[in-house]
């Protein structure tokens, strides 16, 4: 049986557990992650604030891809564009209507999904390399496009394109002004993202996507409408990269069209596998992996660029010994000391 297989099982036995124990997950998301956020809110110095706000958009985005790839097992590489995507619809939004913050960032998520769900068309007939290639494209044909357009920085029409002495910064919600607030409101977001994927996971689109990945022969044979399946899930991918794009361009007040290069989505969901795919914990080490790494080495006077020999290495060892990634290797491990602490067997 393979990973993917075996995966897929696990996620039938998961939805079928009886009781509070089926939606523990959903109950230790919010608790962990915003204990979490209260805590670095309080001790981290602002250009760590920062940069982790940046990694708790970028683990959003990755549970999307995590979810693609771990429920479907499908490979799409135009997660980030749809990142950017959400990115410019909150930005555009935002400065010619100046609607509520959080409306902006549902608005983003809708228009991203919406594009997420043509993207994901061609997996109806393309699975493994080539709807990565496809996907690949479509990211770069966002690239070429983003570049030609930029991104709205408060001028009129409908790019919303300024002169340099007239640029304005996206307004950030009225509760989150200051970076250590708008760092605890991106990740209480996040984890609203994570739990809504928990629930499907453990519900029956999550059931029928356990099918479709252990087989399309099974699913049709079991009454599984592929299409419908399919098209959720590439939507609630789309709608999670758009929600953090709007939660970068909050971050920043602005985005440029330079930091959606096509290779992003490579490295998003390469980390994603290396993070894990199976756990939300894996979308948080993913946002870590792609941000906060790089920007410990350059704290250190280490170019960031040297993490991606680091994240190559990961992810041959995630894909050669270690298929949960690393959510799913400390996951055994905390098991395993559990074990020991209560005196049982394995």
Known sequence: MSALEAGAVGDVVAVRRPGLDRY???????????????????????????????????????????????????????????????????????????????????????????????????????????LALVTLMLAGGFQVVINAWGYPDGGPGFL??????????????????????????????LALGLMLVELHRRTRPGRAWALIRAGETTALASGVNLLLYKTWAFALAGFLAGVAGALLAGGVGQLDGRAFPASESLSLFALTVVGGVYNWVGAVITGLLLRAVPSLLTDYGVDGNVAMIFFGAALLHALITAPTGVAGQLGGLLERVGRLVAGTKP
């Open 24 to 130: 523990r997950n959903i109950v230790v998301i919010p608790l962990a992650l915003i204990t979490a956020a209260l805590v670095v809110a309080a001790l981290a110095n602002g250009y760590w604030i920062s940069t982790l706000t940046s990694a708790t958009a970028i683990a959003l985005a990755a549970s999307g891809v995590g979810l693609l790839y771990g429920q479907l097992g499908l490979v799409s590489l135009c997660q980030y564009s749809l990142l950017g995507v959400g990115g410019w619809v909150a930005l555009r939004l935002g400065f010619a209507f100046h609607l509520p913050f959080e409306l902006g960032l549902i608005a983003a998520g809708l228009v991203s999904s919406a594009i997420g769900v043509l993207c994901g068309l061609p997996a109806l007939r393309l699975r493994g390399l080539y």
């Open 160 to 189: 919303g394109r300024a002169d340099a002495t007239q640029r304005l910064m996206m307004a950030r919600p009225a509760i989150a002004g200051s970076n250590s607030a708008y760092f605890v409101y991106c990740v209480v977001v």
